[in-house]
């Protein structure tokens, strides 16, 4: 009985080069989120996806970061030109539909530490 | 700008005692809250919530208070035990996006055996 899943558990980038973050959601969600907790802080939203759409991307910063959830596979969300600002823990959640009064249902997180 | 808030980064309570977690809140189109337990290296799980129609939400040892006027919310804990020590983190959301959840920075709740 898989949760969500989430690869790699660590990644460690240099500065500039691009991260790729991987999320499997739980069997049977539609509909997936990206959280991002800086040190000492909350969990802050970045995107919700379904299948081939992007449905709110208001937290996501407006250059170099992507987010996509295929047809097939799992959802990505892709870092380009990586700075030391963008170490952090990254969440990935899904539900099967709104998440309502019961929330998210989240991986264990991919921390990305830029040096 | 932060809409919620958990001014307690960290809380200590004796075994068999009571833990109360408290969080509070800017945004009045709040409508539902829900609170997480998270251990290190590991994802948020979820614990309890409550929708502004309530004002108090109980599952087992597990209540959550809310109090609109003051918007504030509490998750009580009775009687705490050791396997309870983690990170809670109470999340709010809109009642017109229940896809995006605004969350406090957590407060570390040990308890001691």
């Known amino acids: 009985n898989a949760g969500v899943m989430q690869n790699p558990r660590h990644l460690v980038r240099r500065r500039g080069q691009e991260a790729r973050l991987r999320c499997s959601p739980m069997?049977?969600?539609?509909?997936v989120y990206w959280y991002r907790q800086l040190p000492e802080e909350g969990l802050k939203f970045m995107v919700y996806?379904?299948?081939?759409?992007?449905?709110?991307e208001s937290g996501m910063p407006k250059e170099r970061f992507s987010a996509e959830f295929p047809k097939e596979g799992p959802s990505i969300l892709r870092i380009q030109q990586v700075v030391r600002g963008d170490s952090a823990a990254y969440f990935c959640?899904?539900?099967?539909?709104?998440?309502?009064?019961?929330?998210?249902?989240f991986g264990s997180g991919t921390r990305l530490t830029v040096v | 700008d932060q809409q919620v808030k958990q001014n307690s980064p960290s809380l200590s309570v004796q075994e068999g005692r009571i833990s109360i977690l408290n969080c509070d809140y800017t945004?009045?189109?709040?409508?539902?809250f829900l609170w997480y337990k998270k251990y290190p290296a590991e994802g948020p799980t979820f614990l309890i919530s409550?929708?502004?129609?309530?004002d108090k939400n109980e599952d087992g040892r597990f209540t959550v208070f809310l109090n609109k006027s003051a918007k504030h919310l509490s998750l009580h804990i009775v009687p705490s035990q050791p396997g309870d020590s983690a990170v809670y983190f109470c999340?709010?959301?809109?009642?017109?996006?229940?896809?995006?959840?605004?969350f406090g920075s957590g407060t570390k709740l040990n308890v001691k055996p």
């Open positions: 069997k049977g969600h539609s509909h």
């Open positions: 959640a899904s539900s099967p539909s709104s998440p309502g009064n019961y929330g998210y249902t």
């Open positions: 999340a709010a959301a809109p009642g017109d996006n229940f896809n995006k959840f605004y």
């Open positions: 409550i929708s502004s129609i309530k």
């Open positions: 945004n009045s189109m709040f409508d539902y």
């Open positions: 996806l379904q299948k081939e759409n992007i449905i709110d």
